[in-house]
């Protein structure tokens, strides 16, 4: 069985801090794919990042990073200087093959709250 | 325009209707599914499709029913609604090579 826990309900951070967003899956395969969704309060998902099991490099995208561990089964995400507009529900997400099909399994999200 | 829609976007029925949520996309992907959101219990799966005749039944099946009229729809039905069906469901779309999947809106449906 597959899993991903996402042990942070909610996190609260003033503006301008970093922060860091904890994922651990668990999964027997050794091809599988994680996610980051961003969920803002206007309640659509936006996709973020999709990274594959293969590929453990750390990732950067402006004041996102993601870092991907194998060894912990972790795929963390970090926002650096935060900014209000942050503030969301964070999704972490796993998928793998199983019969030649692709199903996501979503973690439970961290509430993200950032102050001015 | 969005890629994915919706529609309603919200909606408030009865206990023992009938009621459709539907789906529309114009980003060309085969795959679609639908979920449902709870608080605290991120999204689980109830139907999913890789084609026009194909049909899957994800972890929570179980009340609902679907409909891929076409590549780019796909249709949620619950046939006799029930308050626990109280949700925000996500329509999404996919492709088959790298599986990320896009969302719709989403559809606030509340069963008193």
């Known amino acids: 069985a597959q899993k991903v826990t996402q042990a942070q309900t909610e996190i609260s951070v003033v503006e301008k801090e970093d922060v860091t967003l904890d994922c651990v899956y668990e999964t027997r395969d050794t091809t599988y794919y994680l996610f980051w969704y961003k969920q803002p309060p206007s309640g659509e998902l936006v996709f973020l990042i999709r990274r594959n099991s293969f590929d453990e490099q750390n990732e950067i995208s402006g004041r996102y990073s993601w870092n991907f561990q194998k060894s912990t089964s972790s795929f963390n995400f970090t926002i650096t200087a935060s900014q209000v507009v942050d503030s969301a529900v964070y999704f972490c997400?796993?998928?793998?093959?199983?019969?030649?099909?692709?199903?996501?399994?979503f973690g439970s999200g961290t509430r993200l709250l950032v102050r001015p | 325009d969005a890629d994915v829609t919706q529609t309603p976007r919200n909606r408030i029925t009865k206990t023992g209707k009938r009621i459709m949520l539907e789906c529309s996309q114009t980003?060309?992907?085969?795959?679609m599914y639908w979920y449902r959101q709870d608080p605290g219990l991120g999204l689980r799966l109830i139907y999913y499709s890789f084609d026009v005749k194909d049909i899957n039944k994800g972890e929570i099946s179980d009340g609902y029913s679907v409909s891929r009229q076409a590549q780019a729809k796909f249709s949620l039905s619950l046939e006799s609604a029930i308050p626990n069906q109280t949700a925000l469901y996500f329509c999404a779309t996919g492709l088959a090579v790298t599986d990320t999947q896009y969302f719709g809106p989403g559809t606030r449906l509340t069963v008193l």
């Open positions: 997400a796993l998928s793998e093959a199983v019969d030649s099909s692709y199903k996501l399994i």
């Open positions: 980003k060309g992907h085969d795959r």
